[in-house]
């Protein structure tokens, strides 16, 4: 997918490397990579063969000198594998020390595989380690490099004691393999090549850190603290437990976002990681990600089901007028009959092309000036709908276009949406103003009486 960001966007050499030759991974990297800027970690779900561990290692390369970790858990992993074996020089003086160099404990980006199937001391190590970011090495406690931690697992846990540390995670993102629609372009990639990461793609560690000290002092906009009101309100509306701790973490995140956009506050668009924040199910996810873009994109079905059948109601009417039979003292109908009578099979007769016109039925000028305004009216509320929807999708484009952290493929959505919205109100004012022009090419008979007809009645919804 090629990306679309901003002109100059600081960000864009990352994501760009992180997604370079993957398919479909938007969404992951951006999550990733932002997880990383924050000082976050973040899970990925989905089954093997997704690029899952490619990207944790694509996110060390852009770490410049960062010590990579990476392992595949099972039951059978021992505590030695992930944190170092023990000091035998240690031993000997009745010291309990790992040897962590080279270990997860002296790792900034680390990939462990498969982390849900650790033991309950893996786990419990971990804990501290993903929260305190601490290592409790003997009777030291000492400080750990880790910058992110990406885990992955096929299936979120199922067993209750795994909750705590799967909370560990501020961001959850399914990952999946790629669609029908991308399956050629997949069998068809070409190799990821080992080349050295462009210095434009190389994180700044200085660069972040002073981000990170301004991001805290970033106020919420008033349109993102109501998005996160109604985001509660989602959450308990659909028995979906958040904790505190989770909203203060998503705040943070959101701050860290807003600063790297260089915005003066939280806005809107930050919001857009709801979904991989918030769902406590991979389940949950497309449920936060339409109530984002409802909420933001403006991407809820629009219901002009009403108009739609008014413009039908008016079809009718004329298709009703135009084939209603002459007055009865009129013998045009007889002298169609004759005409058609002597005209042969097949044969185009300019006699009943002509008798067949002045068979319909004449309307007053009173008439027909009155259902050309009923149209009128109705086409005037058509165009305003129009015009409105028009104005809005280039306000929510111009928006989404913007937003450096946006995934391309939810833009895309974004964008059909809207145009098919404006494509079909077009489509309906084409339509409508089709009809007006029938009614005013209504035969007209300046000697009948002067009535205007009752307004065209449709069902409102």
């Known amino acids: 997918m090629t990306l679309q960001l901003p002109p100059g ?84 003086n009745d010291r309990y020390e790992r040897l962590t160099e080279g270990y997860l404990p002296s790792a900034e980006v680390a990939f462990l595989d498969e982390v849900f199937k650790a033991n309950s001391a893996i786990l419990n190590t971990l804990l501290g380690l993903l929260h305190e970011r601490q290592f409790d090495n003997g009777s030291q406690r000492v400080p750990v490099p880790l910058v992110c931690l990406i885990g992955a697992s096929n299936e979120q846990p199922q067993d209750d004691s795994l909750l705590a540390f799967y909370d560990r995670f501020l961001l959850r993102v399914p990952v999946q393999p790629v669609d029908d629609d991308h399956f050629a372009a997949l069998l068809q990639a070409e190799a990821f090549d080992d080349r050295p990461v462009h210095a434009e793609a190389l994180i700044d560690l200085a660069q972040i850190e002073a ?55 939280v806005g809107e668009w930050d919001l857009w990681v709801l979904p991989f ?24 079905p629009l ?48 006699m009943v092309r002509i008798t067949s016109e002045r068979a319909q039925r004449r309307y007053s000028p009173v008439h027909i000036e009155a259902r050309v305004a009923q149209c009128d009216a109705l086409q005037e509320r058509l165009v305003a709908l129009h015009n409105e929807r028009l104005n809005e999708a280039l306000a929510v484009l111009g928006k989404a276009r913007a937003h450096v952290w946006l995934p391309p493929s939810w833009l895309l959505q974004i964008e059909a949406v809207h145009a098919e ?20 090419a209504l035969p007209v008979d300046t000697n009948a009486t002067p009535v205007a007809p009752p307004p065209v009645h449709w069902e409102a919804s």
């Open 303 to 350: 219901p002009i089901d009403g108009l739609e059948r008014a413009v039908m109601a008016f079809e009718q009417q004329l298709d009703t007028e135009r084939r209603a039979p002459p007055e009865a003292q009129d013998d045009s109908a007889g002298k169609l009959a004759l005409a058609r009578a002597i005209t042969r099979p097949g044969e185009e007769s300019e």
């Open 421 to 440: 919205r404006c494509g079909q109100l077009a489509v309906l004012c084409a339509q409508h103003q089709s009809t007006r022009h029938g009614f005013a």
């Open 211 to 265: 981000l990170r000290q301004r991001s805290a002092t970033l106020p919420l906009g008033d349109g993102a603290l109501d998005l996160l009101l109604q985001a509660r309100q989602h959450a308990a509306a659909s028995g979906q437990t958040v904790s505190d701790r989770r909203w203060r973490q998503l705040v943070a995140l959101l701050q860290w976002q807003a600063a790297s956009c260089d915005a003066p506050a």
């Open 277 to 300: 924040v918030l769902a406590a199910d991979p389940a949950h996810v497309p449920g936060w990600t339409r109530f984002f873009l409802d909420a933001v994109a403006h991407t809820a």
């Open 9 to 92: 966007s600081l960000w864009a050499p990352m994501l760009a490397e992180l997604e370079r030759g993957l398919l479909q991974r938007d969404v992951a990297a951006r999550a990733l990579l932002l997880a990383a800027l924050a000082g976050e970690h973040v899970l990925l779900l989905g089954p093997p063969g997704t690029a899952k561990s490619e990207l944790a290692r694509r996110l060390q390369r852009l770490l410049p000198g960062a010590h990579y970790f990476e392992r595949l858990l099972t039951r059978f992993t021992v505590p030695e594998e992930l944190f170092g074996p023990l000091s035998l020089r240690a031993l000997e």
